[in-house]
Structure formats: C-alpha cells, structure tokens
Nanobody, 121 residues
Framework: VQLQASGGGSVQAGGSLRLSCAAS????????MGWFRQAPGKERELIAD????????KYADSVKGRFTISRDNAKTTVYLQMNSLKPEDTAVYYC???????????????WGQGTQVTVSS
C-alpha cells in the first residue's frame, strides 16, 4: 500500500490543523492505520491509531482529548484532526499502515513521506 500524507503547516498555539493520508494500491480496509510523529532529537512515537473499521481508536496520553483520528474506507483516507495545538506538538508527522486481516498482528511497515507541523507560541 502506498501512502501520501498532506495537511501540515505552521499554526499558532491553540490553533488547529487536519492531516490527511491517502492510501492506494491494496485493500485499504484490511489495514489498521496510525499516525506517528518525530520531533527533532527525539524518537518517532505512535500518537494515534485506528482499527480497520474505525470502531477502535487509541491515543498517546500527550494528545488524548486534543487529537482525533478517523478514516473513510470509501475514500481510502485516514485523518488526524489536531486541536488546541501546543509548541511541543511541533514535529514531522507520518501516517503508517499495518496489515490487520491476518491471525497474527503485523507491525507498521508501510509509511507515508511525512508532513511538517510547526506550532509557534
């Protein structure tokens, strides 16, 4: 599956952005999707993920209550709505996919190209 992320940019603290990740190539609904981010000098971290149907979502504590992950399987797109942004949210954001239709869970091994989010104080 190929992933194309978009929607990053610069915003002031307290503002909002919505990231999109368009998928193509294989059956989108067979994949769980996640959003990761990597700030300068830090490791890449998983901040939100969503099940194949969209019925189950999970968030890192750092974004819980402010970010919302969603997906539209008909449009083969996953979204990350980011509200109440803080300077510490500044990072490169990546969408990722993992095949989730098998018996054993698979790791995230399909990645988008990353989109920069910069939040100024």
């Amino acid at each position: 599956v190929q992933l194309q992320a978009s929607g990053g940019g610069s915003v002031q603290a307290g503002g909002s952005l919505r990231l999109s990740c368009a998928a193509s190539g294989r059956t989108f609904s067979s994949y769980a999707m996640g959003w990761f981010r990597q700030a300068p000098g830090k490791e890449r971290e998983l901040i939100a993920d969503i099940s194949r149907s969209g019925s189950i979502t999970k968030y890192a504590d750092s974004v819980k209550g402010r970010f919302t992950i969603s997906r539209d399987n008909a449009k083969t797109t996953v979204y990350l709505q980011m509200n109440s942004l803080k300077p510490e949210d500044t990072a490169v954001y990546y969408c990722a996919a993992r095949y989730a239709a098998a018996v054993l869970p698979e790791p995230y091994n399909y990645w988008g190209q990353g989109t920069q989010v910069t939040v100024s104080s």
